[in-house]
Nanobody, 115 residues
Framework: QVQLAESGGGLVQPGGSLRLSCAVS????????MDWYRQSPGKQRELVAG???????NYADSAKGRFTVSRDNAKNTVYLEMNSLKPEDTAVYYC?????????WGQGTQVTVSS
């Protein structure tokens, strides 16, 4: 069975940094595209960043210049480096793996940006 396990969330001050990790098991990780989504109370889940199996990346406008998504196929892990964090970044962040019709989701990790 395929499992995605997010980690690295927590409380950080505005302007601070945080690195999220998502470890994938149960499948051939290198074949999957990986995404980071987030959801705040009362808002719809939104795509924050994505990286394809070949390493191409894309970002939401709100994340461009501040966030970096990367992957380490040897470790079956995708990362989201978040810098210059703002209170508006507060949300539950979810890891998403997909390949053709296959889709898998992590349980989410809470990120709170507050002073």
């Amino acid at each position: 069975q395929v499992q995605l396990a997010e980690s690295g969330g927590g409380l950080v001050q505005p302007g601070g940094s945080l690195r999220l990790s998502c470890a994938v098991s149960g499948t051939i990780f290198s074949l999957y595209a990986m995404d980071w989504y987030r959801q705040s109370p009362g808002k719809q889940r939104e795509l924050v960043a994505g990286i394809t199996s070949s390493g191409n990346t894309n970002y939401a406008d709100s994340a461009k210049g501040r966030f970096t998504v990367s992957r380490d196929n040897a470790k079956n892990t995708v990362y989201l480096e978040m810098n210059s964090l703002k209170p508006e970044d507060t949300a539950v962040y979810y890891c998403h793996a997909w390949r053709y019709s296959l889709h898998y989701w992590g349980q989410g990790t809470q990120v709170t940006v507050s002073s």
